[in-house]
């Protein structure tokens, strides 16, 4: 069994940075991959990126590349999502999920989710 904490959510001006914090607990193994995903309200839950946790592989959707940056701390078994140049629109809940099925945008894929933490940007 996997536990999945997710921290460092708020609110913020449009223009500013957040960085998300995702600590897993339990049985976790380097073949494991880390996602960040995000919902609004009666949404499909949304891809956001990715890592693998053996070599730090990354993927990212469009919306957020290049603003965005998915990084692990293996000692700490803690993802971290940078979030640089927020947008109104990044407005969402942002969840953290650990999958064993390989890199993947798809959010059935992944077996463990945290509770979610609320990002809000300001225009």
């Known amino acids: 069994q996997v536990q999945l904490v997710e921290s460092g959510g708020g609110l913020v001006q449009a223009g500013g940075s957040l960085r998300l914090s995702c600590a897993a607990s339990?049985?976790?193994?380097?073949?494991?991959?880390m996602g960040w995903f995000r919902q609004a309200p009666g949404k499909e839950r949304e891809f956001v990126a990715v890592i693998r946790w053996s070599d730090g592989r990354t993927s990212y959707a469009d919306s957020p590349k290049g603003r965005f940056t998915i990084s692990r701390d293996n000692a700490k078994n803690t993802v971290y999502l940078q979030m640089n140049s927020l947008k109104p629109e990044d407005t969402d809940v942002y969840y953290c999920?650990?999958?064993?099925?390989?890199?993947?945008?798809?959010?059935?894929?992944?077996?463990?989710w945290g509770q979610g933490t609320q990002v809000t940007v300001s225009s």
């Open positions: 999920a650990a999958g064993s099925r390989g890199v993947s945008v798809f959010s059935s894929l992944y077996d463990y």
């Open positions: 339990g049985r976790i193994f380097s073949r494991y991959t």
